[in-house]
């Protein structure tokens, strides 16, 4: 299957800690993308991870991959009202270059 | 580097007629360009994917007669959406392949900013 599902909304204070949850039901994934969407703008990679890998940091954000449970969630630590946008969670097949989006996390960062 | 644009940003167009919608990678080549619609508060659904030199291939569901796709060069292709009506309304989203081997943008996919089509 290629189902990608992700919680639609969440709110936060800003300056705190963001986590964003994925689920792909694919393990055929080698894959897992993290997009971010500001307001009518098109779609900034902001960090990949390999599907060998448990986890990977990159400044503020960390991504955790379960593989086991086919979950993969995005961190964002100490939050700002800059990061409010949608964030999608994207898969990739080796064989295919075809991505896979999941329907977005609406993310509001609350002064 | 891996910049994306999409030209016109934002089009209104009558119902009945076509509308042409270009995507370039500025400082790569892109072997394959990939066409995304996302309609509000929705995710996005690939319409179709872009090979230079040959033609698209287009998902289930998508009509290859509608939304015609051209992809002459390693740095732009087309979307055409011909004959419009008020339900193609819709964000139009692309996004190109790197084709440079040994940086790396190698394999990776990098979006346009989006085109906002409204059918009268």
């Known amino acids: 299957g290629e189902d990608v599902e992700q919680s639609l909304f969440l709110s936060v204070r800003e300056g705190d800690s963001s986590v964003i949850n994925c689920t792909y039901t694919d393990s055929s994934s080698t894959y897992l993308y993290w997009y971010k969407q500001e307001p009518g703008a098109g779609l900034q990679l902001l960090t990949y991870i390999f599907s060998n890998m448990d986890m990977k940091q990159d400044q503020r954000l960390t991504v955790l991959l379960n593989k086991k449970d086919k979950h993969l969630s995005l961190r964002i630590a100490d939050t700002q009202t800059g990061d409010s946008a949608i964030y999608f969670c994207?898969?990739?097949?080796?064989?295919?270059?075809?991505?896979?989006f999941g329907s977005g996390t609406r993310l509001l960062v609350r002064p | 580097g891996a910049v994306v644009s999409q030209h016109p940003s934002w089009v209104i167009c009558k119902s009945g007629t076509s509308v042409k919608i270009e995507c370039r990678s500025l400082d790569f080549q892109a072997t394959t360009m990939f066409w995304y619609r996302q309609f509000p508060k929705q995710s996005l659904m690939l319409m179709a994917t872009s090979n230079e030199g040959s033609k698209a291939t287009y998902e289930q569901g998508v009509e290859k007669d509608k939304f015609l796709i051209n992809h002459a060069s390693l740095t732009l292709s087309t979307l055409t959406v011909t004959s419009a009506h008020p339900e193609d309304s819709s964000f139009y989203i692309c996004s190109a392949r790197a084709r440079t081997a040994g940086t790396s943008f190698y394999n990776e996919q990098f979006f346009g900013p989006g085109t906002r089509l409204t059918v009268l």
């Open positions: 994207a898969e990739k097949k080796d064989s295919s270059y075809k991505l896979i």
